[in-house]
């Protein structure tokens, strides 16, 4: 029997988060956004502990405005990558973040499911990246796009986990310093 090529477990010194277009016109019009924002500040705050690094891109800010205050605030200094391609891997600014931080392993949350991330997640994994979803860290214009587009990213080879579990999973264990240090941010 065969078993099936399964990826490597998440490890802190591979990840780097990247967060997605999360800008003040799209507030109103994402499904769930409230969701969004709380596990993309629980996933940042996670990361500033344990120095994973993090880019955020700002698609078309002139016309979408820019990163939402609550998520800008949590980042000092908070430097997005503008963009116009709906494939973060389109941007060459982005391209170069990547590279200098060396990351294999990408973790996405933001807006929208269906284009943005979806879009990102393929051209990372042709790029042979890791990459994971935030399911409950992403979402769309409607419930149905959301949905296409987890799936999308699922068949294509992207790996789909909440918040809590990847959280878990870059831990390994209980009792480090690390894991004390964000024993908060685990909590449901």
Do not use: W
Not at 28 to 54: K, N, S, W
Request: charged share 20%; aromatic share 6%.
């Amino acid at each position: 029997m065969n078993k099936p090529n399964l990826p490597d477990r998440l490890s802190a010194d591979r990840c780097v988060l990247v967060v997605i277009d999360i800008q003040e016109k799209f507030r109103d019009l994402i499904h769930g956004m409230d969701q969004v924002l709380a596990g993309t500040d629980r996933l940042i705050r996670f990361c500033q502990q344990l120095e994973i690094p993090m880019v955020a891109t700002e698609h078309y800010p002139r016309g979408l405005g820019v990163t939402v205050p609550e998520i800008r605030n949590l980042c000092s200094p908070f430097e997005p990558i503008e963009k116009i391609d709906f494939s973060c891997a389109g941007c060459a600014p982005f391209n170069k973040a990547l590279n200098d931080l060396n990351s294999d392993q990408v973790i996405l949350c933001g807006i929208e499911a269906h284009v943005c991330v979806y879009q990102t997640a393929f051209d990372l994994l042709r790029q042979g990246k890791q990459v994971i979803v935030a399911v409950d860290a992403v979402s769309s214009c409607s419930a149905a796009n959301r949905e296409i587009g987890l799936r999308r990213t699922a068949e294509l080879g992207a790996q789909n986990m909440g918040v809590q579990m990847l959280m878990f999973e870059i831990l390994g264990k209980a009792g480090t310093p690390e894991f004390k240090n964000v024993a908060n941010l685990l909590k449901d």
